[in-house]
Every structure is written in C-alpha cells, then in structure tokens.
Nanobody, 124 residues
Framework: QVQLVESGGGSVQAGASLRLSCVAS????????VAWFRQAPGKEREFLSR????????YYGDSVKGRFTISRDTAKNTVYLEMNSLKPEDTAVYYC?????????????????WGRGTQVTVSS
C-alpha cells in the first residue's frame, strides 16, 4: 500500500517562500491524483491544489491560486507544493493525499490515503 511522507515545512516570515514535498513509498503515484490540503487549529481541512499524476493536469483552490504551484517529478516519485508570498493566515499543518477518483474533488472524504503532515508557521 502506498504511504505518503511530507517534508519541507518550517517557520518563516511573511512574504517568504517554502517548497513542500510529498514522497510516495511502497508504491508509485501512477494512476493517482495527488492533492495538498491544510488544516489550521480550530478550522476544517482545506483543499489547496491537486495534480493528476499521469497527465500533469492541475487545479487550485481560490485561496492559493496565483501564489502556490503544484508540480511533480516523475523520476523522484515526488509531488511539490511551491508556496510564495506566504501570509500569517497560511499557518497550518499541510497534508498530501491521494485518490484514484479522477473526477475532480476538493472534499477530503474522496482521498483515502494521507500523509502525517508538515507544519508551516508564518509570522508577521
């Protein structure tokens, strides 16, 4: 079974950039769509972006469109989330998740496999 490991989080100042990574172990992302979500304390899990591994098609949530970029490296079996112009409200635990449901969905329930998350803290 595919397992996911996120990395790249940290504590930064507002305006900085970070690149998160999601690596698959025990398998590959082949035939999956890979998504990034985040969850801030006391808030629901929020969809950020998604990429279809096989064709590279991407989709973004409105809150991060234009600031965040999702990409994949097929040789490294890794999906990235490049985050620019970070704001204090971007502070959250960031998760990657996968689904074989190729119809676009932003609901967490459609993603059966999750990583453990990586913390991003943005100070003003």
């Amino acid at each position: 079974q595919v397992q996911l490991v996120e990395s790249g989080g940290g504590s930064v100042q507002a305006g900085a950039s970070l690149r998160l990574s999601c690596v698959a172990s025990g398998g590959t992302f082949n035939t999956y769509a890979v998504a990034w979500f985040r969850q801030a304390p006391g808030k629901e899990r929020e969809f950020l972006s998604r990429i279809n591994w096989n064709n590279g098609n991407t989709y973004y949530g409105d809150s991060v469109k234009g600031r965040f970029t999702i990409s994949r490296d097929t040789a490294k079996n890794t999906v990235y989330l490049e985050m620019n112009s970070l704001k204090p409200e971007d502070t959250a635990v960031y998760y990657c998740a996968i689904t074989r449901t190729l119809l676009l969905s932003t609901a967490p329930d459609f993603y059966p496999t999750w990583g453990r998350g990586t913390q991003v803290t943005v100070s003003s």
